[in-house]
């Protein structure tokens, strides 16, 4: 081993101390998987990733247990050996991370701990493998039940805000362009928008999903090995859906990461504009939020924040940060396999770790708020805001759109308060040399005048108006409902592979 480069070992050496990692972590008992030419010398702990590693101590004792089933299947390590092994993993996964040996990572300290307790035949476990195709597994592996975990933050969250919209089809809302009073529409058709927005989030992790679930295992250091390695079967006792072909490409690839931490960092932009909307709404008093979900003032006693919701907001903040410092980490890298890899896992951590947590927390506030339907009602018509709805009406009514937005606009400028039927008719008479009557009738037109008339009106598909929004609610149920058990389809598959696993170690130890 030169340069710090894990080559496939046949036999592991059986050398004399571990390299001296980070933390607590004991001195290694005797036998060792490095000699003490690279202890790491004062280094040693800026290369360890041990303490790091707690994260996939329990992927690399699946990982490690599916290669040695299959080296025994394969012949290249006898059974003998293979149950003394496996048995070892059992001890070293009772004993838990921070029993492990000091290393520089996971991988080392777990054969090291193998090492101690079988021998020297302990080495044989890493027979056709190096850590480079070993730490890629463990990471998807891991981050495989992080997606799913992930994914079924979101897909609650998408059923929560359905319940919550289908309690508000007719709660009047007022909606914004530029911050400005824009047109009414209702609480489920806002929340919709947002439930639509997680619908996509569910796809792209999906995917992600998809590509992180494929095995690296079996490229070794990233040239393959002259060993008789069988991928498919190791990455069928992982639940991996299939195996990542070319050996280099296998170790070297963090692109799976980077989908993950894109789609999270997508979904966390989002997340801060309901996150926003809601501080905004409440400021505004369209809605209060549960004092589980606010914070007061270490002065002010009057004081209710809507905190939780401002920490939501800023989780975009640490996501996009993680994409950036991701991306940035693998930019450039040569092939193969690179010790900055290392270093760019944890940005994806931070992310899968933020992020869902942040969705919990604002599905949370915003299920538990009270809308305030007074305030509502007579914000919803502030700022003429159901001017686009007179205009519609006449144009339906015959009168060229640009001329109806004409009326409204001379009428807009006009009006001292609230929007009345006589300055529309004084408009109209100005503008088209009409009476607004030869068009449409009074009542249509007070109607029309109403928040709750525009928003009825407003009846294409996907709009506002109640039959339309309950139509998008049905669909969305529908497609949560299969997301949903697309979801279950995952867990299911990887719950198989453990019990095959396990099985097939059984039948060793
Ligand atoms: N701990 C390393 C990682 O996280 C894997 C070790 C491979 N090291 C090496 N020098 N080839 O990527």
Request: some cysteine; aromatic content about 4%; proline content about 4%.
């Amino acid at each position: 081993m030169t340069d710090g480069e894990d080559d496939t070992a046949g036999d592991a050496p059986a050398g004399s101390d571990a390299a001296d990692g980070t933390g607590e972590h004991a001195a290694a008992g005797g036998t060792a998987v490095r000699r003490d030419r690279f202890s790491g010398g004062p280094a040693r702990g800026f290369m360890s990733s041990l303490d790091a590693d707690r994260r996939i101590f329990a992927a690399d004792l699946a990982v490690s247990r599916a290669h040695v089933v299959m080296l025994a299947e394969q012949g290249i390590v006898d059974a003998d050996d293979a149950g003394a092994i496996l048995g070892a993993l059992a001890d070293v996964e009772a004993a838990g991370h921070a029993d492990l040996p000091a290393a520089e990572d996971v991988h080392e300290a777990i054969e090291t701990a193998v090492i101690g307790r079988v021998g020297p035949e302990g080495g044989r476990m890493h027979t056709a493998r190096s850590r480079n195709d070993e730490v890629a597994a463990c990471i998807r592996y891991r981050l495989r039940e992080d997606l799913l975990d992930a994914l079924e933050t979101v897909v609650g969250a998408r059923e929560q805000l359905l319940v919550v919209a289908d309690e508000h089809t007719e709660t009047l809302l007022p909606g914004f362009t530029h911050l400005q009073y824009a047109q009414p529409v209702t609480v489920a058709h806002w929340v919709g928008s947002y439930e639509a927005a997680l619908a996509r989030d569910t796809e792209r992790l999906l995917a992600a999903y998809d590509r992180t679930n494929r095995s690296p295992l079996g490229a070794a250091a990233f040239a393959g090995t002259p060993f008789d390695v069988d991928r498919e079967r190791t990455a069928d006792l992982l639940g991996f859906d299939s195996v990542l072909d070319n050996s280099m490409d296998a170790v070297s690839t963090r692109d799976f990461l980077v989908e993950t931490t894109s789609a999270l960092a997508t979904l966390s932009a989002t997340l801060s504009g309901l996150a926003e909307d809601l501080v905004v709404y409440s400021s505004r008093d369209y809605l209060t939020i549960s004092d589980d979900y606010a914070s007061t003032s270490s002065i002010m006693p009057q004081k209710k924040n809507p905190d939780t919701l401002e920490l939501v907001r800023a989780t975009a903040g640490e996501a996009t940060g993680a994409l950036g410092g991701l991306l940035t980490t693998l930019k450039s890298l040569p092939r193969s396999y690179n010790i900055d890899l290392q270093e760019a896992t944890p940005h994806a951590w931070r992310a899968i770790d933020a992020v869902p947590e942040a969705l919990e927390v604002a599905t949370g506030a915003l299920a538990t708020a009270d809308w305030n339907e007074g305030v509502l009602a007579a914000e919803a018509s502030a700022g003429f805001s159901t001017a686009t709805g007179v205009a519609d009406r006449l144009a339906m009514a015959g009168v060229p759109f640009r001329t109806a937005h004409e009326v409204v606009a001379t009428a807009a400028t006009r009006l001292e308060g609230d929007p009345d039927l006589a300055v529309l008719e004084a408009a109209a008479e100005e503008v088209l040399g009409e009476s607004l009557t030869e068009y449409v009738d009074r009542e249509t037109l007070a109607a029309t005048l109403e928040p709750t008339g525009s928003v009825a009106m407003r009846d294409s598909r996907g709009g506002p108006a109640p039959e339309a929004v309950a139509a998008s609610l049905d669909r969305a149920r529908e497609e949560v409902a299969a997301d949903r058990s697309a979801l279950s389809g995952h867990r299911e598959a990887v719950a198989d592979a453990a019990t095959r696993r396990d099985e097939e170690v059984e039948t060793y130890v």
